[in-house]
């Protein structure tokens, strides 16, 4: 700070703008409002764009779900497979059957091993049918289990699953002579309980 007698240099000194002649409060208003339909129409144009992409992805994952219902139709699991099988050994197996789009046999996703079963892509549903007539044919000294596959629903389970939630109700009978006390001990009670 500058003592009393002190001037202050101009580097320092800091000029005051005279205010802006006040604008009528109408102008203002009207700007707002104007800028506020810009952003309503921005965002309304977003919303149609997002409508519309999410049109898109629908169609698109509808078409893909069709996809996998027809490769799902033209192929069966094979189960029981030897864990050493070639997926060459298995198009050999099936190849009676008819023309073969693919062979896969699933892997443990941690280890890396087989395990145990495959799937066989036909090139058409109705070959299915005829390697259906395979089941508990002899590959590699094991019987084959073969059925067609299933098409997987997502989000339809059957149940709880193993080991499923069972509640924890306050029905039923205590057991005699708990840790709690024995047959007269009724606890504090989390609740009316007439019995």
Known sequence: MAAEGQEIPEELKTEQAAPAPAQSDGADEEEEIEAMKRRVAEMESEAAKLREMQAEIDQQTESLQENKE????RSIFVGNVDYGASPEEIQAHFQSC??????????DKFTGQPKGYAYVEFAEPSLVAQALVLNESVFRGRNLKVVPKRTNLPGMHRGRGRGGYRGRGRGGFPPRGSYRGGAGYRGRGRGYSPY
């Open 70 to 73: 027809d490769i799902d139709a």
């Open 98 to 107: 008819g023309s073969i789009n693919r062979v896969t046999i699933l892997l």
